[in-house]
């Protein structure tokens, strides 16, 4: 995990206080059970894309969080579920990867649903990890103190977890509480990355998920799952200020085209408008965003193209 971190970039003990705490979490559990949501929240800026749509995380998230007192290197891992194809695969390769080497592990159960054979299988995947685990009971705000307690009780009995920690995302409840329970169980070291720093994604990687975030929002049925989208070329005028991208969009299948670009051009010229007022803020400057659309018949099928859009782990 701290392998790719060059180590120039570490801070130095004498720049930091005394008993500073720095380590990685990951971040598990099943599809929507709130991850990115709360990978966001926690950091205080967009940098994970979120969406209704099972599998909308299709890579590891590194964000950080930095305090007085420590920093915090979530991973935010795809949703673990049962994979329907090579693509499904590799995400749960993936999530399960960030297990391996992190100080602590957050497992991620939906409050306002009940407890399911998918967050059983999710428990027994965090049999053989020795990092500290919490279980995170999130969108909290959606239910009651009763029926809070009642899902507590269910979601204790999947694992032997070291705390229990009940918070909204959405309304900042119970955020530092969490926080406060990561860091006593952090070791002593650096910085990470440097201060400021909120994630780690490569800018085209995030650009790309803004996009494909977009395309979630107004779509549906078998669409968003067959939508992937890579960006072919960025560059930055720094006379103008302006920051030109190309983004592909691939689908599968035609019919899948046409609904994305929709009558007139229409449904590709609104996705195109709102991925840019995302961009500008990020970029913080002027943003040209031109977007294709192009079938790739079964691409989630094909193992190399997957890892060229940045989704699973290649090199695992």
């Excluded at 995990?1 to 559990?29: E, K, N």
């Amino acid at each position: 995990m701290t392998a790719d971190i060059p180590q120039d970039i570490l801070s130095s003990p004498d720049d930091l206080p005394a008993g500073f705490r720095s380590g990685f979490v990951a971040l598990v559990g099943r599809p929507n059970a709130g991850k990115s949501t709360l990978a966001n929240a926690l950091v205080g800026d967009k940098v994970a894309i979120t969406s209704d749509t099972p599998q909308t995380t299709r890579s590891r998230l590194r964000a950080i969080v930095d305090r007085d007192d420590m920093q915090v290197v979530l991973v935010d891992t795809p949703g673990l579920h049962k994979p329907r194809d090579p693509l499904g695969s590799e995400l749960n390769r993936s999530a399960l990867g960030a297990l391996a080497d992190v100080d602590v592990v957050c497992m991620l159960v939906d409050a306002s649903k009940p407890i399911g054979t998918g967050d059983a299988w999710v428990a027994r995947q965090l049999q053989s990890v020795t990092a500290p685990r919490l279980l995170v009971l999130s969108k909290s705000d959606l239910v009651g103190e009763k029926e809070l307690r009642a899902q507590r009780d269910r979601a204790a009995e999947l694992a032997a977890f070291d705390d229990v920690v009940a918070l909204s995302a959405l309304s900042g409840d119970n955020l530092d509480t969490l926080l406060d329970e990561l860091c006593a169980r952090l070791p002593e070291g650096p910085r990470w990355f440097p201060a400021g720093t909120t994630s780690d994604q490569p800018l085209e990687m995030l650009v790309a998920e803004f996009v494909r975030e977009k395309v979630l929002g107004h779509t549906r049925d078998e669409v968003p799952y067959s939508v992937g989208v890579k960006v072919e070329d960025l560059t930055y005028d720094e006379r103008r200020d302006l920051t030109s991208i190309w983004a592909v969009i691939y689908v599968e299948r035609d019919s899948q085209k046409g609904i994305i670009i929709g009558s007139g051009g229409r449904q590709i010229k609104q996705i195109g408008t709102e991925a840019r007022a995302d961009l500008v803020r990020l970029l913080g400057g002027r943003v040209r965003l031109d977007l294709t659309v192009k079938v790739r018949r079964n691409w989630r099928r094909d193992v190399s193209l997957i890892h060229r859009l940045g989704y699973g782990d290649e090199d695992e």
